[in-house]
């Protein structure tokens, strides 16, 4: 399968705990996205990478919030201290830069805070 | 204002029916594109179809087709001879910026929930 894959697909905590997911885009892909869906809404945007840079993030990323994605690969998004707020779907999405008229989403993580 | 509208939460079609989707926008870019996703009980967002807002003709991939109207501001999708297995969530999302350029997130709307009948 060379689509773009999210790992864990489900994680469940309690609050005030640290989790971290990861998420792999496809292979030649250099533009990589973290989005987060709550129940009935659309994705919203949180950040993005191009390459190894994060080149933007957005005011719904808290300072409880950081990604990363070290070598230009795989990403991962970290969350401190959880909130129940938190509970959502966190979806990661690729693209090639010159040919960003499609975003292959991967299939998500869903997080539950108790 | 929402930069992204649909108006309908959910709709109905019968098998082999054609359905139409709404969607508006809202930009003052002139450059953008507008997508439509489908997205399964399953949570996987699936690409449909793609409209930039330079491009003369109507987009179409498959029984997807875009009717785009610039002037109004509107992307709707209309799916033809709809099949039970088009029964998901559908989300019309738009690029602000020029394709080329930085950035290019995604704004999507809060989604039709679309259900197939026999």
């Known amino acids: 399968d060379t689509g773009v894959s999210q790992d864990p697909r489900h994680k469940i905590t309690k609050r005030g705990q640290n989790v971290t997911f990861r998420c792999d885009p496809i292979?030649?892909?250099?533009?990589l996205y973290w989005y987060r869906q709550t129940l009935g809404q659309g994705p919203e945007f949180l950040t993005y990478?191009?390459?190894?840079?994060?080149?933007?993030k957005s005011r719904l990323l808290s300072d409880r919030f950081s990604a990363e994605r070290p070598k230009g690969s795989f990403s991962t998004l970290e969350i401190q201290r959880t909130e129940q707020g938190d509970s959502a779907m966190y979806l990661c999405?690729?693209?090639?830069?010159?040919?960003?008229?499609?975003?292959?989403f991967g299939p998500g993580t869903r997080l539950t805070v108790l | 204002a929402q930069k992204i509208t649909q108006t309908q939460p959910g709709m109905f079609v019968q098998e082999k029916e054609a359905v139409t989707l709404d969607c508006t926008y809202d930009?003052?870019?002139?450059?953008?594109?507008l997508f439509w996703y489908k997205q399964p009980s399953s949570g996987e967002m699936i690409f449909l179809i793609y409209?930039?807002?330079?491009?003369?003709q109507n987009a179409t991939e498959g029984r997807y087709s875009l009717n785009f109207q610039k002037a109004r501001k509107s992307a709707n999708l209309v799916i033809s001879a709809s099949q039970l297995g088009d029964s998901a969530m559908y989300f019309c999302?738009?690029?602000?910026?020029?394709?080329?350029?930085?950035?290019?997130?995604?704004?999507f709307g809060t989604g039709t929930q679309l259900k197939v009948e026999l």
């Open positions: 292979s030649e892909h250099n533009r």
């Open positions: 999302a738009m690029r602000e910026g020029p394709l080329t350029g930085g950035g290019n997130k995604l704004t």
């Open positions: 990478f191009q390459n190894e840079a994060q080149l933007e």
């Open positions: 930009t003052s870019d002139p450059s953008y594109g």
């Open positions: 409209q930039g807002s330079y491009d003369q």
């Open positions: 999405a690729s693209s090639l830069s010159r040919a960003d008229n499609e975003q292959f």
